[in-house]
């Protein structure tokens, strides 16, 4: 059980470490926005009193010492310097660190630990101190009344407050540490014993508090238990009542006649008692609003689970579909019909929920530019154009990894040194600028740095003294460019910390083909480089077209068909090498019988598919085409990983399996197959 | 069939011989027809025939006789697949078997089962863990997991991929 609570808790604290680390990116902008500031504090409060709740105690006092330096900067006590975010940065780490280990014994990581809060103890001292005499910021303590205020708190918690594992008396303790402090217990709710249930609360308490703190900082000792209590802070006076004995009395006999004190009684007592001095109007009664839920948040595998559901759905109706047609009973066909466009409507539904916008994964590279730019001593500014375009969470799990390493290779060999970029004529400041857009049934994602740019010469080079291609050939600009992506390519030959660690650009686009996605570059010398990656938005449910090659049925992703020819075998006879002449053109075609080892039993008419490979047309001859079909792509399970040209396997409406052809996969291995066989 | 404790095996027939697993392993069996068979893989492994339909999910299909090492099956020959859910790399997986034809429910007792004997046999044994003598004739029992988990498994492992597994769901849906 406490498991489950302390698995929560680290899950939401992550979630409160996220919203740290933007927050503190945007006060690196604007430096005295006290919004964010305000948005660090509370996060950093939550941190911290979460972290005390649920056993990470260390956590809780870390996030106590850095909290204090943000409270000096709220209250504008302390300034934002580059070293204090540079810090907190540090520290975030440091608190991400803690959410994964918990409390700790290891005697080299607490001395780590204490090392740390001294750091971040150091920040609030020294800079207090130091920026303590400005005059204009520091609030002139009045003699008349020590600019104290008095408060009275009522806390009402619920009867099942304690279940929650809240300890109604840490607040009064919270508040008593805040300064002097009067508590009156009401306990006339408690039942008899036979009615006494022991795991509720039955007390509430009124408290007269006399404190130099604000109205918010009481507040914030709530923070937690908003929900569970019902709590009113009104401001009595300025000065401290406590030290009056008619309010102590007063106080004395409330508690004696289990009767709550009232606002206004004690305002009269204490204005009789000053000689009615100053008896504004301070009501500021905080009222805990309700709010509405505008989101939840859901397992991600219970979405997993609907998509896949309402995936089984989609096939089921197609074989309803079937049915209805073959029935013919026109009572069954108007059911089919909507239940086909309910089907629909539930799919783009479930699809919608698990499309996630870019933004919330790009936080992590914006960080990234920032510490390796700073490690390289390099200035560089992360720009993100088109953040809110949304992807299913898979494809945006796999992104990861390849953006990293584009992101890298840009910071480290892509972006030069400032003083270099001056000489070139460039602003100091390097941009890496991350776009994204949505085009046709894609989405297509840029990463354009304003570096030196890679020489195609250079990669001609490098590709030949490594083997990967013949000295004479005859490439194109795009086809260099793509040798960067064959795997063998390095274009550093020194391995760094911060891009080189053993993978090449031939694992980004193998990490991108897995979803079904594609990667190429450009570049220009001196200007930049441009990486583009083309996406689908959807990883389940393609558009495609249903082929028959012998006695399997296929079936070949629309969005890479150019078009269908109908051919007679003749035209092939005259073959040669596998490129087959129409209108004029000739393209290299792979008869899909012969690659899928099934007899060529087949004569008579062909089909011919052209289908886009990079920037060239390949066909595929196939035997027939059945037809354009929507189907949902099930993968072929961990079993049949090894299956190279085939990405998935869709369920027809009567019950049988067509594979789905991954066709950049099949003509690549092809090419390769040919390539290798000709030398 | 004593006093001791019995267990329920499934007995099938491959070229000839007879074969038994744990009924607890077996989920269903899925007759094929000419219209309604395995959906074959280009270039899979040898022992893995194709993919079928179960309850909406995709699954592999092995071929038993290949497993053993006994002659393929005809053209036109006919087999039953037996849908097994069976625990691979500490995993549920399900999975289909191929058999030439499902013959009986029999109970075994555990004392009952006999080591392989050594000679005089026309099938590889290694995924053998007993014989037991019924009706004149001896059944194989079977370690299926030991038959399915081995280099496609290992395969896989250098991957180095998590796949989801649709077949868990598939359990639960039914």
């Known amino acids: ?679 | 069939m004593k006093d001791k404790q019995l267990k329920s095996y499934l007995t099938f027939r491959l070229k000839g011989e007879l074969f038994a697993i744990g009924v607890d392993k077996v989920l269903e069996i899925i007759e094929t027809s000419e219209d309604h068979s395995v959906t074959n893989l280009p270039k899979a492994p040898d022992a893995v025939e194709g993919v079928v339909n179960f309850r909406g999910n995709v699954i592999p299909v092995i071929n038993m006789r290949q497993k053993f090492d006994l002659a393929n099956y005809e053209e036109q020959e006919r087999f039953v697949i037996m849908v097994l859910n069976l625990t691979l790399s500490d995993e549920d997986q399900i999975i289909g078997a191929m058999s030439d034809k499902v013959v009986d429910v029999i109970e075994i007792a555990e004392t009952e089962i006999q080591p392989v004997p050594e000679v005089g046999k026309g099938y590889n044994s290694d995924y053998v863990s007993g014989v037991v003598y019924r009706h004149e004739e001896f059944v194989m029992v079977l370690d299926v997991e030991a038959a399915i988990d081995t280099d496609e498994i290992i395969q896989l492992k250098q991957e180095e991929e998590v796949v989801e597994t649709e077949e868990d769901k598939a359990s639960e849906a039914e």
């Not at chain 1, 408060?151 to 508040?175: R, V």
């Not at chain 1, 909507?338 to 919330?360: E, M, T």
């Not at chain 1, 047309?617 to 059945?626: A, R, Y």
């Not at chain 1, 993968?635 to 067509?658: C, V």
Request: with cysteine; net charge negative.
């Open chain 1, 1 to 679: 059980m406490i498991d489950k609570f302390k698995a929560k808790f680290v899950e939401e604290s992550n979630d409160n470490v996220h919203d740290l680390e933007e927050a503190l990116l945007l006060l690196e902008k604007d430096t005295s926005n006290s919004e964010i500031i305000e948005r660090i504090f509370r996060a950093m409060h939550t941190l911290k009193g979460g972290g005390a709740m649920f056993g990470f105690n260390q956590l809780s006092e870390f996030t106590h010492h850095l909290e204090t330096v943000f409270d000096l900067i709220r209250n504008n006590k302390l300034s934002v310097t580059e070293d204090i975010i540079s810090l907190t940065f540090e520290s975030i780490d440091h608190i991400k660190h803690m959410l994964e280990v918990g409390d700790v014994e290891d005697e080299e990581e607490l001395a780590n630990q204490a090392t740390f809060i001294q750091r971040v103890q150091r920040m609030s001292n020294s800079e207090s101190t130091a920026s303590m005499p400005a005059p204009a910021k520091v609030k002139v303590p009045e003699i008349k009344d020590d600019g104290s205020k008095t408060f009275l708190i009522k806390i009402k918690p619920n009867e099942e407050i304690l279940k929650n594992g809240t300890n109604p008396f840490y607040l009064l303790d919270d508040l008593h540490a805040m300064g002097d402090a009067k508590v009156i217990a009401f306990h006339e709710s408690v039942p008899a014993l036979s009615n006494f249930n022991p795991v509720n609360s039955y007390c509430h308490w009124q408290v007269l508090l006399n404190t130099s703190e604000s109205i918010n900082d009481i507040k914030d000792v709530f923070i937690f238990v908003e929900d569970e209590c019902e709590i009113s802070i009104d401001e009595i006076s300025s000065g401290n009542l406590l030290a009056s004995d008619s309010i102590i009395s007063a106080m004395d006999e409330a508690a004696k006649l289990q009767k709550l004190l009232t606002k206004e009684e004690l305002v009269s007592k204490s204005s009789a008692n000053k000689g009615g001095a100053e008896k504004k109007d301070a009501k500021k009664k905080v009222q805990l609003k309700e709010h509405k839920i505008s989101s939840i948040r859901v397992n991600s595998t219970k979405i997993d689970e609907l998509v896949n559901l309402v995936s089984e759905l989609v096939t089921i109706q197609a074989q309803l579909n079937l049915f209805a047609e073959n029935d013919g009973n026109p009572a069954v066909l108007a059911l089919a019909e909507n239940i086909q466009k309910l089907s629909r409507q539930l799919r783009d539904n479930a699809f919608s929920i698990s499309l996630i916008p870019l933004q919330s994964e790009l936080m992590r590279f914006q960080r990234l530019v920032r510490d390796l730019s700073k490690e390289l001593d390099k200035d560089i500014e992360f720009v993100i154009e088109g953040g809110d375009i949304e992807l299913d969470k898979n494809i945006i799990e796999h992104l990861t990894d390849p953006l990293l390493h584009i992101i890298r290779n840009a910071v480290d060999h892509g972006i030069e040194m400032p003083d270099e970029r001056i000489k070139s004529g460039k602003s100091p400041k390097g941009t890496i600028l991350f776009k994204a857009y949505y085009s046709g049934a894609s989405v297509m994602v840029e990463l354009m740095d304003d570096g030196k740019g890679i020489d195609p010469e250079f990669i001609r080079n490098k590709a030949i003294s490594k083997g990967l291609i013949d000295a004479n050939t005859e490439l194109s600009r795009k086809e260099i460019f793509e040798l960067v992506f064959l795997s063998g390519f390095s274009t550093k030959e020194e391995v760094t910390d911060v891009s080189g660690r053993g993978v090449g650009m031939d694992v980004v686009k193998k990490k991108i083909g897995e979803i079904r996605g594609e990667v190429s570059l450009d570049s220009e010398i001196g200007k930049g480089t441009t990486l583009t990656l083309e996406l689908p938005m959807t990883l389940s449910i393609i558009d495609g077209l249903l082929v028959k090659v012998n006695k399997n049925q296929y079936v070949i992703p629309i969005a890479n068909i150019e078009k269908i020819f109908a051919l007679d075998t003749v035209s092939f006879g005259k073959t040669f090498n596998h490129v087959v002449n129409i209108d004029e053109e000739q393209y290299p075609f792979i008869d899909l019988r012969e690659t899928f080892d099934t007899e060529l039993g087949n004569k008579g008419t062909e089909q011919l598919i052209l289908v886009k490979y990079e920037d060239r047309k390949v066909g595929l001859l196939v035997d027939q085409v059945i037809g354009e079909y929507q189907t949902v792509v099930k993968p072929l399970g961990r079993f049949l990983k090894k299956q190279e040209n085939i990405s998935g396997a869709s369920i027809m409406g009567d019950g049988t399996i067509a594979l789905v052809i991954d066709t950049n996969r099949l003509i690549h291995n092809n090419a390769i197959k040919k390539y290798r066989t000709k030398n």
